[in-house]
């Protein structure tokens, strides 16, 4: 595959399959603060204890199981409609306007070897 093209779907892809799910509600709460710059200051207090902030999961498993059927749910219909020339146009696009401030996809050499 062209590699221009490539960055193009990766970014749509990215935006549209990724970035606008529900993982958004999850990102809209409020983002500690931490005098340390580690979180090792920041703790979570429960009814049942305080839950270290580098030991917390952040994402409920019914969350993240929400995201992944998301995201997988998004990535199928787009890999379908990568032969409509339309979609693929309103695709890129949409990415172009919604990631300028995104760095540039790189080649990762050595994941998933």
């Given at each position: 595959?062209?590699?221009e093209?490539?960055k193009r779907l990766a970014l749509g892809?990215a935006?549209?399959?990724v970035?606008n799910t529900?993982?958004e509600?999850?990102?809209?709460?409020i983002?500690?603060?931490?005098?340390?710059?580690?979180?090792s200051?920041?703790k979570?207090?429960?009814p049942?204890?305080?839950?270290p902030?580098?030991?917390l999961?952040?994402i409920?498993?019914d969350?993240m199981?929400e995201?992944?059927?998301q995201?997988?749910?998004?990535?199928?219909?787009?890999?379908?409609?990568?032969?409509e020339?339309?979609?693929?146009?309103r695709?890129?696009?949409y990415?172009l306007?919604?990631t300028?401030?995104?760095?540039?996809?790189?080649k990762?050499?050595?994941?998933f070897?």
């Amino acid at each position: 595959m062209d590699e221009e093209v490539a960055k193009r779907l990766a970014l749509g892809m990215a935006v549209l399959c990724v970035r606008n799910t529900c993982i958004e509600d999850i990102h809209a709460g409020i983002e500690p603060n931490s005098q340390a710059g580690d979180f090792s200051d920041a703790k979570v207090v429960t009814p049942y204890g305080e839950i270290p902030w580098n030991k917390l999961s952040r994402i409920r498993n019914d969350e993240m199981r929400e995201f992944m059927k998301q995201v997988v749910d998004r990535i199928y219909t787009v890999l379908l409609r990568l032969d409509e020339p339309e979609f693929v146009e309103r695709m890129n696009n949409y990415a172009l306007r919604m990631t300028k401030a995104w760095d540039e996809p790189k080649k990762l050499t050595d994941w998933f070897a």
